[in-house]
């Protein structure tokens, strides 16, 4: 470990580091790619052609990782997509996020957006998933979310490395005289027949001369040295030395801190405010107007973060009212009105429910329940922008750096190519950072610092109580049994969508049309056989903004369907794990049938269990992995114990396993603190929590031990970031009522009973 | 004031009531200790003040008794700390977020407690991590006591 000063003090954004005299090369075959954005970033003398690699004439090798690194390991596995083909070793690379740029949009996130099953591979199907990533490379969406990254680079890059690698074996086939053919490479050199060796850096001039092959082909995945096996992440000796840069440890000349006050009532605008006692406090500069499209309220501008803090405090504004109801109770009413009104659209379903339902003599029904929930990332929200000469330069932990760079510009009116991005390390995001919002406010308070730069932290409480929240939703599920066996399913899900939400604070001159899948995902698209089966939403949009929070719909109806079905199976008489297979009858549902089967092995189900003891199953799949869970129970002391859960989750195929155990451990916990005790409440138009001790999450004491098994079997590639979190609650809930016969239908469960963690 | 930085003196002029972590962060620009609720609920601003671990983001900088460690003075030289190294080999962070405060806590806890067993963990580590890194953060904890692997 020598190298801990060079680490603890990187410097962010190291495009630069490139050596000058480097070579940028990339490769992807689009029929019309978008233009590479990085030569004009580059040192003087650099050549690109393409997106992803740079070599340095020192030998040093630059991936551009264009997906948010907030946690999910992702640079480290996107920059191993590249190193397999360009036959580099990890520790020969650094990983760089590099610039907003269309030439990095997400077209993997758009494809899976289609209203079709993961399964389903119809042509309908097809042509629209194929439809959906020409959308996403059209709007240019440089996004991390839907666990999509993995999907969406697993070809892209891999061809940038193959083709840098081709490149760079013609510049040493020059130099030597001989057939590139014969030229093999490894470990950052082209070596001779003879042995000798050239590495990419001495070769990079050259290469950057040569025209890229037009076609390559791509290792066997048994030839990898890389891909597939776990690898150290990349930037892990900078994470446990407090090196890392996140947005809030931006730190610029002359830089000016700041905070916002933004109307806790969603939609208001300010009625009143303290600005001269703001200013009174010690270190409090100015006080900004902030008028934007996802909201209005102060900056405060002051010498300190602390500073402003204080000065926010003394603002005490008040706010005009709520365009809907002012407390929690009020909201339901509207939710619960909606679910017995007319459907606004169904997706998917077979046969005939209602009539079927009509006609059974028993008919099982149940209402269940889940809240608004916060993100609460561990890093705050933050930005910082500065405005200069017409232009806008955003220092921000982002999602979306497309999207807030073509937000910002719009808000300044100022060309898009008037705003830079910058992207840094992301301490959380979740759906979160998605948002526009916070460089919004960021670039307002900008505009009015006289060119200086200005770091925008927002407290905990503005974190908690200005979120994008997790919708509420209700749902009505009603079912029949044949032979013991469920024969059909009613469900409807009254819920707000979050498309139209984030379109309308984010894009308002758009609009947005069309059903929004994410109010039945989960449900519809499951891998059930039904004789009867219709999923039924019911569209009911507040002032109250919702957004992405991990694995979105399937977070909400996992555990609606999933606990549902376990109550069918008590209505049956049928094991939960048997019924699922008994249902799981098409082909295409096999991965499905198999993680059930692992994660029953693992867990030992069916075991006789001491009273008060028990176990629950549940299986959703989501983004494209098949994920089964079981969660034990031990209730004998009258609390519930978490006891031990097991996870068998099906990607297709899995590029990191270490990586994949601990995305899949962290959506479990984030799912299990949501399920044990997270809950958004209203009172007076305003969100009631407002940090940690009341809007707390899991702690070391509550989490049992958490066992993961990976299997392959799936048709394709699935993610990795979200699929841990939907079947949780449902597991939890089954487990929960296993062990003492109470059934929990509505979220968190530790309203209803306690929960033992520590 | 006066404040004792990992090994480093400095003299602040900052209000009596203002909390060492904003001392910390946006005067003397020591970004290890990071801003999570700034009510001591998280522990993300965990500094050790003589040993002791501190949420510095309820400690006003003018009460500071002793030396003050961030993450940036734990390794001696250019050797990380034990704790670090164990971090390493688990491959704990995530976000990476929590982890400073969740490092420092782990080296004050095995200051007191060197062979701790999983309700000393349990009861020393409450600090939060939103990405929940615990299982490999208690096994690196083991692994930092020599217990374990």
Known sequence: MGKIAKYTRRGFLGLGIAAAGGLAVGYYYYQKPYPNPLPGTLPEGAYSFTPYVIIGTDNQITIITPRAEMGQGIHTTLAALVAEELDVDMDQITAEHGPAAAAYHNSGMMKEGAPFPFFEEGFMAEAARGAMGVVGKFLALQVTGGSSASTDAYEKMREAGAAARETLKAAAAARWGVQAKDLTTASAAVVHPDGTKLNYGELAAEAALLEPPKSVSLKDPSEWKILGKSQKRVELLEKVTGGTIFGIDVQLPEMLYATVVMAPRFGARPASADKAAALAVSGVQKVVDIVTTTGAGFGVVASNTWAAFEGAKALAPTWEAASYPADTAGITALYEAALEGEESFTLGGEGDALEALTEASDVIEAHYSVPYLAHATMEPLNATAQFKDGKLTLWLGTQAPGIAQTVAATMLEVETEDVEVITTHLGGGFGRRAEVDVPLYAAAIAVQTGGKPVKVTWSREEDIRRDTYRPMAVSKLRASLKNGLPDALDMRVAAPSVTKSLMARTFPSMGSAGADRSILDGGFDQPFSWPHSRFAAHQLDTDIPVGFWRSVGYSINGFFHESFLDELAVAGGQDPLEMRFAMMKDERHAPAREVLKAVADMANWGQPLPEGVGQGIAHTLSFGTWTAEVVQVDMRGGSVKIEKIWVAADPGLVLDPGNFEAQITSGVIYGLSAAVGQEITFSDGRVEQENFFDYDALRMAGVPPIEVSLLTNSHKMGGAGEPGTPPIAAALGNAIFAASGQRLRDLPFGKHVEFDLG | ?149
């Open chain 2, 1 to 149: 004031m006066e404040l004792i930085v990992n090994s480093e003196a400095h003299t602040v002029e900052a209000p009596e009531d203002m909390p060492l972590l904003w001392v910390l962060r946006d005067m003397l620009d020591i970004k290890g200790p990071k801003f999570g609720c700034g009510v001591g609920a998280c522990g993300a601003c965990t500094v050790l003040i003589d040993g002791e671990p501190v949420r510095s983001c309820v400690t006003a900088a003018a009460d500071v008794w002793g030396e003050v460690t961030t993450i940036e003075g734990l390794p001696d030289g250019e050797r990380l700390h034990k704790v670090q190294e164990a971090w390493i080999k688990h491959e704990v962070p995530q976000c990476g977020y929590c982890q400073s405060g969740q490092i420092l806590a782990a080296v004050a806890l095995l200051e007191t407690t060197p062979n701790p067993s999983d309700d000393d963990i349990d009861a020393a580590m409450d600090n939060l991590c939103r990405c929940g890194t615990y299982p490999r953060l208690r096994a690196a904890i083991k692994t930092a006591a020599g217990m374990e692997g």
